[in-house]
Structures are given as C-alpha cells and as structure tokens.
C-alpha cells in the first residue's frame, strides 16, 4: 500500500492519538503516572524487566556469570508488562527516569545502585564480576565498538523496521522500505564483521555478542518480527552461523525464558527468584 495522504505538519505540534500497538501507553510527557512501589527479593540484584530484545540481554548475562561460576550474580526477577504501564509507576520511574525496561538495582552495596539502558547494565555488571569484557586492549576498546554500534543501530531496527512492518496501524511504503534498507545495511555490517571471527569482537564470546544477538539473532532466527523471508536473512551466511550458535548456549537458552509472556507456555517464567524457577 502506498500512502498518498498529504500531510502538512501545523505550526506546533499537539499529541494526537496514532493507533498502532503502542497507542495506549506513548505520551509526549516523562515521569509516573501512579505510586507503586517496587517489590524487593532476597538477592542483591534486582532485576525489573520483560523479555524484549533489550530485556533479554540482561537476564542472559545474569544467567551466564552464574555459568562462569559468579554465584553474586544471583538475582531477582520482577515482570514490568509495558502494555499495561507498569513502566510509570513511581518505583519503577526511581529506578528508571526514562520508564523503559530493563532496569536494574543492586542492593550489595550500602546504598542501592541503579542502573538503566541496557548496555549500561551490560557494562556495569562486566565490569562488577571482570567477566565478559576484555580487561587489556585493543580487545576491550573493540568489544566496547560494538556494544555501542548495537545501542546506536538498533532503534532502526526496532523503532524503525519493525514499528512500521509490524506494528503501525497502516503500511506506508516510504516507510517501510527505508527502515528495511537500514535493516539490511546493519545485517550485512553484521555478516561482513563476522567472516573472519567466531564473535562479533574476536574469538571471545563477550558483551557485545549478548547486546547484538536479541535483536540481530532473532531477526535472523525468525523469532523477531517474522520478517526472515522478507529481508531475505539467508544471505547473510556468517550471521546466520553466529546466530545459531549462540542460540544453543546454556545460558541463552535460560535467560530467553526470563520475564517472557508470549509464545510457549513451557518458555514462560513470569518471575525469577531462582535457579529452580528455570529447571
């Protein structure tokens, strides 16, 4: 469909309902809606999330330090369902300003320690247990390229590709194949990098693989979007071998399960309190 509709932006701009998915929780204005606070488990971490690429980036790290042997990487998991807003309420928006998940809290220390976007968690808990992140350079710098590119490139990917592919509430074709141009443009940066490397920054697993591979595996995979055959994915044959490995790690395959509450029942654990809870 090719939208034809002209639109003349007026000379301020005022919220307007857009449709789509996402209509009932976007507002043009920060800060909680209501006061709830934030339930607190046994364990230091605290992990307020849901399983969205960016979600699971963290719950795969917690659950590969606790496979590397960190048992201070044990932590609680809380479900923050966006859809109904849970991201405003007043604990949540202390934990995070930009009521976005994953957020998370650390409660080893005398005073609590927050911490917010993604791969700020990522680098803050690298850093905490020296796993996963290269501690000599060049290595460390290059690994830290590529966590950075994935916060930068992925809202192209999601915001972008997959707002107007999947969820928009028309189809619009200038939109669509612009963020599909990116998208690809990404896949084969990705493909490219990947060649020459088992790991998106060496032969190291690392941070940077657990950034990338939520959005760019499971767009590849088939579980982000279902949008493989549209973006044709199966050219990209590097990435799809780096895709698929990380899949099967241990580790991936228990912290995917964390906070989900779509898709397979058997895949579901709304909440995580223990090792237990994933068995």
């Known amino acids: 469909m090719t939208d034809t509709t002209q639109y003349e932006p007026p000379k301020?701009?005022?919220?307007?309902?857009?449709?789509?998915?996402?209509?009932?929780?976007?507002?043009?204005?920060?800060?909680p809606t209501h006061d709830k606070a934030l339930p607190v488990g046994q364990h230091p971490l605290q992990l307020y999330s849901l399983a969205t690429p960016n979600?699971?980036?963290?719950?795969?790290?917690?659950?590969?330090l606790l496979a590397l042997g960190h048992k201070g990487a044990e932590y609680d998991a809380w479900l923050i369902r966006i859809?109904?807003?849970?991201?405003?309420?007043?604990?949540?928006?202390?934990?995070?300003?930009?009521?976005?998940?994953?957020?998370?809290?650390?409660?080893?220390?005398?005073?609590?320690v927050r911490v917010f976007e993604s791969g700020s968690?990522?680098?803050?808990?690298?850093?905490?247990?020296?796993?996963?992140?290269?501690?000599?350079?060049?290595?460390?710098?290059?690994?830290?390229?590529?966590?950075?590119?994935?916060?930068?490139?992925?809202p192209y990917l999601?915001?972008?590709?997959?707002?107007?592919?999947?969820?928009?509430p028309e189809k619009f074709e200038y939109a669509i194949n612009r963020f599909s141009m990116e998208a690809k443009r990404q896949l084969d940066v990705l493909d490219r990098q990947l060649a020459d490397r088992?790991?998106?920054?060496?032969?190291?697993?690392?941070?940077?693989?657990?950034?990338i591979w939520p959005w760019y595996g499971g767009l590849v995979l088939g579980a982000l979007y279902d949008a493989a055959e549209f973006l044709a994915v199966h050219e990209y044959t590097h990435l799809n071998r780096w895709a698929k490995e990380i899949a099967e790690r241990p580790a991936v395959i228990r912290g995917r399960k964390v906070n989900r509450i779509r898709g397979d029942a058997s895949e579901q654990v709304h909440e995580r309190h223990s090792a237990s809870d994933l068995d």
Do not use: C
């Open 12 to 31: 301020v701009w005022a919220p307007a309902s857009s449709g789509g998915a996402f209509a009932n929780i976007n507002r043009p204005t920060a800060g």
């Open 55 to 64: 979600g699971m980036k963290v719950s795969i790290m917690l659950e590969e």
């Open 83 to 112: 859809s109904d807003g849970d991201q405003f309420s007043s604990g949540f928006v202390d934990a995070n300003p930009n009521s976005k998940i994953p957020a998370l809290v650390d409660h080893s220390g005398g005073t609590p």
């Open 121 to 154: 968690i990522l680098l803050y808990l690298a850093e905490k247990f020296g796993a996963l992140l290269p501690a000599t350079q060049p290595e460390r710098t290059e690994t830290m390229n590529w966590l950075f590119w994935q916060m930068a490139s992925a």
């Open 158 to 168: 999601g915001g972008g590709f997959g707002h107007f592919y999947v969820y928009a």
């Open 198 to 211: 088992r790991f998106i920054a060496g032969d190291q697993y690392s941070i940077a693989d657990i950034a």
